[in-house]
Structure formats: C-alpha cells, structure tokens
C-alpha cells in the first residue's frame, strides 16, 4: 500500500486534459486512504483516482473547484454522509467497478448538490431490484445514470415507486435476508411464501452460457433469440436444469456440507487460491501477445503470393456477405445498412483491391549500391473505436497482416459482441491459406488492458480521443515503441458563393450525418458565403427535416441511432445558425448530427476561421471555380483535403490518412500506413566486390598525415563546389596529395 502524501500528490502528472480542465492523475498508486489532498490547493477540476486500493470514500478537504472524480476500480464499500460539505460543485463521479452493494450505501450522494453524472457499473448494487430507480428518486438532479441519460418517464416511475416512506425503506430492505446459525425458521410463514408464485430468475452459471452461445451464434435470428431471452429471463429449454438434476445438485452439495462437519474453511481457501491464480488481465493480454510474437516468426517468412491469397479470400467473403456484416454491425453500433455499406463495406474493400494491385513492400533499390529494405516489425497493437465496428477492425488487420506482422488489437467494450463475430471471419480465411495459429487476436476490456496492450507489443496504433491519446503516448514512452494517433476531427466544409446551391446541400447532409454523426472524419463546422446564406440554410433546413431518426433495422428509420449503447439514443439531426467562434459547439468535438453554419465575406476570412481549431483532420471546399477552390484548401492546416468533393479521400486506400494538432500524428492507409508497420533498414554494398574494394585515402588513415585536412579539404570542393574551375584545380590538388602519400613509408608520417 502506499499513502498519498503531499509528495506525491505534486510529483503525479497534472495537465490541461481533453475539454481543458485541469485533471490531477493518481491513477494506479495502490493507495488505501484517500488523505491530503488539501496538498492540491483547490487547482484542479478533475482528480483520477483509479486503479488503487480505496475502501472509503472520505477525508476530503473543502475542495470548491473540484467538478470531475474518477475511481474506477477500487474497494469501495462506504461513502462519508456528508461528503457535499467538501465537495459543493462536484457534478461527476464514476465509481465504476467498486464494491457497493446494497441501496442505501449511495445515500451520502444525495448530499452532493450539483452531481448531474453517475456512474456504478460493475457493482453489485446495480443487481438489486429497482436499482436504477432508486438512485433517481434518491439523486433529484442526476441527468446521467451509468452512462444512460435520464428520461422523465423513469422520474416518474421512480417517485410513484418510493412515493411512500414505507416503500422506500422497504427497497432498502430487499437485499438484507439473513439467517443466524441456530435460530428456529417459522415453517409456516416458509410454506406461505413457497405458494406465492414466483418467476426464477437465470442462474449465474446459465448467464454465462447464454452469453458464450450468443458469441457463437451464426445467424441473427439466433442472436435475437437468446437476447430476448435474457432481458425476459425466461430460460430456453436448452439452458434449463431440470427438477431431477437441480436434486441431484441439493444432495451433492448437503453431502458436501456433512463431510465438512459446517466447517467451509478448506473450500474458502480452495476459492481464494482459485481466484489467486486466476490470471489477471495484464497477464491474459501478455499471453495473447506471446502468441502472436511467436506466430508471427513463421509468417514473416511467407510469401507475398499467401498474403495475396488471404486477402482474395476475405474480399469474396465480405462482398457475397454484406448484408449479414451490415445488420451485425447495424445491432451493434445503432447505424443504418447504408451509412454500413458505405463506411464498413466499401472502405474495407477498397482497401484490400489496393492491397492486391501494388507491389509496395520488398527491397526498394536507388542503385546498385544501396537500398532500402522492409522488415516486419513484430507484433502491432491496436486499440480501436466503436463507431466502426468492421471497418476499424478490418483496416489495422489488413496492413499489419500483408506485412508480415502478427496483430492484437483490443476492440472497444461498446462493440466486443460484433467485433468478435468479425474476428471469425479473420480466422477462417487465415487457416484457408494455412497461417500459424494465433496470428490475429481480438480483445475486449477496459483502461487497464490497453494499458498492458501497449506495454506488451512493438507499435501501438490508437483511434480514439486525444484525452486517451496522451495516455498512451506515455504509456508508449516507458518502452520507446512507436505510435500512430488518430483522435478525431473538427473538419471545416466551406461553401463560396459560386457553387450550385443544391448539389452541395445533399453533399453537407451526408458529410454531416453519416453514420448519425460519429464519424472522425465528418464535417462539423460549416462556413458559408453571406451572398447565398440564406438560400442554404433554407435548402438545408428543408432537407433534414425529411431525415426520420429511428431504428434502423425495423424499417423505421433512416438515421439511425446516437450513442454507444446502440438501444434508444435518438437525437435528431439539428442544424444551427448564428454560430461563432467564442461557443464550444465551434471548437469541440461534437460526434453528432448538428449542423451549425456560420457566414463568411472573403476568402481569407474563411481560411482563418477553418484554421482556428486545435483539431486538424480534414476539410472540404466547394467552390464554382476550381483553381479557387485550391487555393483555399492549401492554406487550411490539416491532414487531407476534398476540392468540390467529400469523403473521396478516405475511399481512396492510396492515400494517407490521418491528422496534425489535436487529431493526432502518423499514417495508415497508402504507402506511408503499410511501410509503417515494417522496419526500414538502409543497405549499402560495394558495386564491384569483390573486385574493387572500398578503401580510404592514405592520408586520412590511422595514423593521419600531416595535411589530412589539406586533403579533406580540397576534396570536399571537388566534389560539392559551385564553379567548375575551382573543382577542377581541387582535384588536381587531391591527387598531387595522394601521389605524394604515396611516395612516403609509413615511418616518415606524423600525425597531426
């Protein structure tokens, strides 16, 4: 255990993070007590306290700035009842993965005055009846409960619930069944409560199976099915015990009980030593690289001929089965089947077409004498968002793959069940060209395995925030591996006054909406010349209020859903005008469909608002008059540009993606994405050998002549010098030099 002392308070790392709050990291200190933090001041809005060993959440000082604290992955077990006193202005807490457990420990929170944002995923309070209902009768002002916004509907039914001080008491009261050794059960009140008839909740055990069958299922009705199942918890027939074995499980376990004489303690520590040896996920993740490390010797050795073989196999697949990898990605992710086809289907396809048709790897000879060579790197990690479930996972795969690499890449927790339907088709397509086992590997999991992920592998490649981005990058630091980043965009679509109104408004609405607006590379800013302002936002007003938002698998939506949970996170595509520069909605990442549009006069002014972003993706400029329309898109700073087009560039897998500023640095996709995932070794060999040799001049070998740097010199000017003459009389002297070495033994020089 170690205590957090003053010290260490100020010797942690403390930044300016994502949405430029001042954020004080503690993270993974194994501290037990929270304790001197009046050491902070009062300067930070966040504190990360996760990854410690917290039991209660207490001692803090007056703390009047701080708004944010997270301690994921802790002991909590209490939390002090006045805790509101010491924090007036908190309003988010995450105690995701702690160890509450009955309703009335969240209490204290009530004392909290502004908390809006809550979250106690991975508690075992969550399992209690009425939890989520409980915690917004009890929490007025909460907005967001683990991550799911608040509806009214769910304040209603919560105060009706717990509208009596009884009924609240009695929620409090639901979890606290006890028995005493030796006290005497009421029979009867037992066989009154044995005829009240009850619906049986699914045991942990046929949790478990539900959910491996759902993995393995290959088809959707199947996966729908079992879904069902388990939010009904109504059990398929398949997964019930029945009466005889449930019995047979009874006596065994009575047995068990009589042989141990009420004693528990041998199968207390049989568990404990169990859970003791259970690997953790630091070491799961070292394992699955590992594997792919010693996988990836045996494929560093194939040809191109079988990485082209492999690639032909995962394109015939992927273009007889879209439909079946849309709807997978669809139920995942909440997207409509065409924003699906279009950014999952075909950039996937795209890419491997352009994989199969360049020769881009192998020795790149300059001349006889020298060449560049690229190697395998090793093993490359991945850590990819949710917004693309195929696609994201597909791109890392395809490159680091064709170049002789093994992969492991960690899918977001938001899509593990699609991502891990889509490593199936990885693997069946690697054994058809008979690659090594464990090539490719799929993880799932939180912070704490991307953070052995990148400790474990040769390069990291990330998609996500630029907040998780700097993590990593320090991650990266401790073992010096290289990173590629790519955190998102705040692209700029300029529209001049000479374009075809029309045609570029069904162009904005696509930028703006694909894939309901959780698209890196959409467009978020827009900026339109004042003469045909008000004729755009009109045409553009018209043309999203016919866009119906919904779900998309039912037929009843063409834009589908908004958030991660892929279940009810509907948000209407919004276009909003008086915009300006001074409003987060201009300066964030919003990954939404909103459409703000500000008004531009010249050229310039639409070049110095398009650049005024930490963010520097991409952009978009439309314009009647092309050689205008470049010219604009050669001053904006940024990673790709589309001239009276969009997207194009990414569809493009010849091209280079990626970003500069906050939206991240390197490449994947094109020549410079591939060559990264290898290692570039220079090579230099004697055009003639063995037959002339390199030899250095005498009067530079050891011992150094007298006139070594006369020498030096005059072959410098020879060689680089601007006027012929002067090279000519510089070789002349080069040559007497060496003819006169050459006269001398080697007793006669004398070293300067």
Same mark, same amino acid.
């Given at each position: 255990?170690?205590?957090?002392?003053?010290?260490?308070?100020?010797?942690?790392?403390?930044?300016?993070?994502?949405?430029?709050?001042?954020?004080?990291?503690?993270?993974?200190?194994?501290?037990?007590?929270?304790?001197?933090?009046?050491?902070?001041?009062?300067?930070?809005? &966040?504190?990360?306290?996760?990854?410690?060993?917290?039991?209660?959440?207490?001692?803090?000082?007056?703390?009047?700035?701080?708004?944010?604290?997270?301690?994921?992955?802790?002991?909590?077990?209490?939390?002090?009842?006045?805790?509101?006193?010491?924090?007036?202005?908190?309003?988010?807490?995450?105690?995701?993965?702690?160890?509450?457990?009955?309703?009335?420990?969240?209490?204290?929170?009530?004392?909290?005055?502004?908390?809006?944002?809550?979250?106690?995923?991975?508690?075992?309070?969550?399992?209690?009846?009425?939890?989520?209902?409980?915690?917004?009768?009890?929490?007025?002002?909460?907005?967001?409960?683990?991550?799911?916004?608040?509806?009214?509907?769910?304040?209603?039914?919560?105060?009706?619930?717990?509208?009596?001080?009884?009924?609240?008491?009695?929620?409090?009261?639901?979890?606290?069944?006890?028995?005493?050794?030796?006290?005497?059960?009421?029979?009867?009140?037992?066989?009154?409560?044995?005829?009240?008839?009850?619906?049986?909740?699914?045991?942990?055990?046929?949790?478990?199976?539900?959910?491996?069958?759902?993995?393995?299922?290959? &088809?959707?009705?199947?996966?729908?099915?079992?879904?069902?199942?388990?939010?009904?918890?109504?059990?398929?027939?398949?997964?019930?015990?029945?009466?005889?074995?449930?019995?047979?499980?009874?006596?065994?376990?009575?047995?068990?009980?009589?042989?141990?004489?009420?004693?528990?303690?041998?199968?207390?520590?049989?568990?404990?030593?169990?859970?003791?040896?259970?690997?953790?996920?630091?070491?799961?993740?070292?394992?699955?690289?590992?594997?792919?490390?010693?996988?990836?010797?045996?494929?560093?050795?194939?040809?191109?001929?079988?990485?082209?073989?492999?690639?032909?196999?995962?394109?015939?697949?992927?273009?007889?089965?879209?439909?079946?990898?849309?709807?997978?990605?669809?139920?995942?992710?909440?997207?409509?089947?065409?924003?699906?086809?279009?950014?999952?289907?075909?950039?996937?396809?795209?890419?491997?077409?352009?994989?199969?048709?360049?020769?881009?790897?192998?020795?790149?000879?300059?001349?006889?004498?020298?060449?560049?060579?690229?190697?395998?790197?090793?093993?490359?990690?991945?850590?990819?968002?949710?917004?693309?479930?195929?696609?994201?996972?597909?791109?890392?795969?395809?490159?680091?793959?064709?170049?002789?690499?093994?992969?492991?890449?960690?899918?977001?927790?938001?899509?593990?069940?699609?991502?891990?339907?889509?490593?199936?088709?990885?693997?069946?397509?690697?054994?058809?060209?008979?690659?090594?086992?464990?090539?490719?590997?799929?993880?799932?999991?939180?912070?704490?395995?991307?953070?052995?992920?990148?400790?474990?592998?040769?390069?990291?490649?990330?998609?996500?925030?630029?907040?998780?981005?700097?993590?990593?990058?320090?991650?990266?630091?401790?073992?010096?591996?290289?990173? &590629?980043?790519?955190?998102?965009?705040?692209?700029?679509?300029?529209?001049?006054?000479?374009?075809?109104?029309?045609?570029?408004?069904?162009?904005?609405?696509?930028?703006?909406?694909?894939?309901?607006?959780?698209?890196?590379?959409?467009?978020?800013?827009?900026?339109?010349?004042?003469?045909?302002?008000?004729?755009?936002?009109?045409?553009?007003?018209?043309?999203?209020?016919?866009?119906?938002?919904?779900?998309?698998?039912?037929?009843?939506?063409?834009?589908?859903?908004?958030?991660?949970?892929?279940?009810?996170?509907?948000?209407?595509?919004?276009?909003?005008?008086?915009?300006?520069?001074?409003?987060?909605?201009?300066?964030?990442?919003?990954?939404?469909?909103?459409?703000?549009?500000?008004?531009?006069?010249?050229?310039?002014?639409?070049?110095?608002?398009?650049?005024?972003?930490?963010?520097?993706?991409?952009?978009?400029?439309?314009?009647?008059?092309?050689?205008?329309?470049?010219?604009?898109?050669?001053?904006?700073?940024?990673?790709?540009?589309?001239?009276?087009?969009?997207?194009?560039?990414?569809?493009?897998?010849?091209?280079?993606?990626?970003?500069?500023?906050?939206?991240?640095?390197?490449?994947?996709?094109?020549?410079?994405?591939?060559?990264?995932?290898?290692?570039?070794?220079?090579?230099?060999?004697?055009?003639?050998?063995?037959?002339?040799?390199?030899?250095?001049?005498?009067?530079?070998?050891?011992?150094?002549?007298?006139?070594?740097?006369?020498?030096?010199?005059?072959?410098?000017?020879?060689?680089?010098?601007?006027?012929?003459?002067?090279?000519?009389?510089?070789?002349?002297?080069?040559?007497?030099?060496?003819?006169?070495?050459?006269?001398?033994?080697?007793?006669?020089?004398?070293?300067?």
């Amino acid at each position: 255990m170690v205590r957090l002392t003053a010290d260490l308070i100020w010797k942690s790392p403390h930044f300016f993070n994502a949405i430029k709050e001042r954020e004080l990291d503690l993270r993974g200190n194994k501290i037990a007590v929270i304790e001197n933090l009046g050491a902070t001041e009062d300067q930070f809005d &966040t504190i990360d306290l996760s990854d410690n060993e917290i039991v209660k959440l207490e001692n803090f000082p007056y703390l009047n700035r701080l708004g944010t604290l997270l301690i994921n992955n802790n002991r909590i077990t209490r939390i002090n009842p006045e805790i509101g006193e010491f924090l007036p202005k908190l309003h988010t807490l995450i105690l995701t993965n702690n160890r509450l457990v009955n309703l009335v420990e969240i209490d204290p929170l009530a004392s909290i005055p502004k908390l809006q944002t809550l979250s106690l995923l991975d508690n075992n309070i969550t399992k209690k009846p009425n939890y989520r209902l409980y915690v917004i009768f009890r929490l007025k002002k909460l907005r967001l409960l683990d991550f799911r916004k608040i509806k009214q509907k769910e304040r209603i039914e919560a105060e009706s619930l717990f509208a009596s001080k009884e009924a609240e008491e009695e929620a409090k009261m639901i979890p606290a069944k006890t028995f005493t050794p030796g006290e005497v059960v009421d029979v009867s009140d037992a066989s009154k409560e044995v005829q009240i008839p009850k619906v049986v909740a699914p045991t942990p055990e046929q949790i478990i199976a539900i959910k491996a069958a759902i993995v393995n299922s290959q &088809t959707l009705e199947e996966v729908a099915r079992l879904e069902q199942a388990l939010r009904s918890g109504q059990i398929p027939l398949e997964f019930q015990i029945s009466n005889n074995d449930k019995e047979l499980a009874a006596n065994s376990n009575k047995e068990d009980n009589m042989e141990t004489d009420g004693d528990n303690e041998s199968s207390d520590d049989a568990a404990k030593q169990e859970e003791h040896e259970k690997p953790t996920p630091i070491e799961q993740v070292k394992e699955h690289v590992a594997q792919a490390r010693k996988a990836q010797k045996v494929w560093a050795s194939s040809s191109f001929r079988q990485r082209r073989q492999f690639l032909r196999i995962l394109l015939k697949y992927i273009v007889e089965h879209q439909e079946l990898i849309c709807e997978v990605s669809s139920r995942d992710t909440g997207k409509t089947m065409v924003d699906a086809s279009l950014g999952e289907i075909m950039t996937t396809c795209e890419k491997i077409t352009w994989l199969l048709s360049e020769d881009l790897l192998g020795d790149q000879c300059c001349t006889s004498e020298q060449k560049v060579e690229f190697h395998p790197l090793g093993v490359i990690g991945a850590i990819v968002s949710w917004n693309y479930p195929f696609h994201n996972i597909f791109n890392l795969m395809l490159a680091a793959v064709f170049s002789g690499n093994a992969v492991v890449i960690k899918v977001s927790e938001h899509a593990s069940w699609s991502g891990f339907f889509y490593f199936r088709i990885i693997q069946a397509a690697l054994a058809a060209v008979g690659a090594p086992d464990n090539l490719v590997h799929v993880i799932t999991g939180f912070g704490e395995t991307g953070r052995a992920l990148v400790s474990s592998v040769d390069k990291i490649i990330f998609v996500g925030s630029p907040g998780v981005g700097r993590m990593i990058m320090q991650k990266a630091a401790e073992t010096l591996i290289p990173v &590629t980043l790519e955190l998102g965009g705040k692209d700029a679509f300029i529209v001049c006054e000479d374009v075809d109104v029309s045609h570029v408004v069904q162009i904005a609405v696509r930028a703006a909406l694909q894939s309901s607006g959780q698209n890196c590379a959409g467009a978020e800013r827009f900026y339109v010349h004042r003469d045909i302002y008000p004729t755009f936002v009109a045409e553009i007003v018209n043309l999203v209020k016919s866009v119906i938002a919904g779900p998309p698998l039912t037929g009843r939506g063409s834009f589908g859903n908004l958030g991660e949970d892929a279940v009810d996170q509907f948000f209407p595509p919004t276009v909003i005008v008086n915009v300006n520069h001074s409003m987060k909605l201009m300066q964030e990442e919003v990954f939404g469909p909103i459409i703000p549009i500000m008004k531009f006069d010249t050229d310039e002014e639409a070049i110095n608002l398009a650049n005024d972003s930490n963010y520097g993706l991409g952009c978009a400029v439309f314009s009647g008059n092309q050689k205008r329309a470049i010219e604009i898109a050669s001053q904006i700073r940024c990673g790709f540009a589309a001239v009276n087009d969009f997207a194009s560039t990414y569809m493009c897998q010849s091209l280079p993606f990626g970003g500069v500023k906050h939206s991240g640095f390197g490449r994947f996709a094109g020549i410079e994405g591939l060559r990264a995932c290898c290692l570039v070794k220079s090579v230099v060999e004697d055009r003639w050998w063995p037959y002339i040799k390199t030899k250095i001049p005498k009067p530079i070998q050891y011992p150094i002549s007298e006139n070594a740097f006369e020498f030096q010199e005059s072959l410098i000017e020879a060689l680089y010098g601007l006027n012929v003459w002067d090279r000519l009389r510089a070789l002349v002297n080069v040559l007497k030099i060496i003819s006169e070495q050459n006269t001398y033994s080697p007793t006669d020089k004398k070293r300067q």
